[in-house]
């Protein structure tokens, strides 16, 4: 099983910026589909971005322009840069892996605050 540790949350004004990063466990994180998630309070978790094996990206029409997700395959890592952060961009944000073979893996997930 795959393990997925999240990072670079906490609490930061409109505006602002944070990076989120996420560390995967094992040998096949170069092989995956990576993607971060999140879930305001009484809504559902819905996708935030991905990005496939051969780095090709993806993102929500709500956070183009302003998020970036990236893949560091020499460090297991997958990143996800936040800028102009609004409140409505408040939520718990996870870390996903999906492997080829099937394996689906979440990480704990890590705090956004951003006050209004």
């Known amino acids: 099983q795959v393990q997925l540790e999240e990072s670079g949350g906490g609490l930061v004004q409109a505006g602002g910026s944070l990076r989120l990063s996420c560390l995967a466990s094992?040998?096949?994180?170069?092989?995956?589909?990576m993607g971060w998630y999140r879930q305001a309070p009484g809504k559902q978790r819905e996708l935030v971005a991905g990005?496939?094996?051969?780095?090709?990206?993806n993102y929500t029409d709500s956070v183009k322009g302003r998020f970036t997700i990236s893949r560091d395959n020499a460090k297991n890592t997958v990143y996800l840069q936040m800028n102009s952060l609004k409140p409505e961009d408040t939520a718990v944000y996870y870390c996903?892996?999906?492997?080829?073979?099937?394996?689906?893996?979440w990480g704990k997930g890590t705090l956004v605050i951003v006050p209004s």
């Open positions: 990005i496939t094996r051969d780095f090709t990206t």
């Open positions: 094992g040998s096949i994180f170069r092989i995956s589909i």
């Open positions: 996903n892996l999906k492997s080829p073979s099937g394996i689906d893996s």
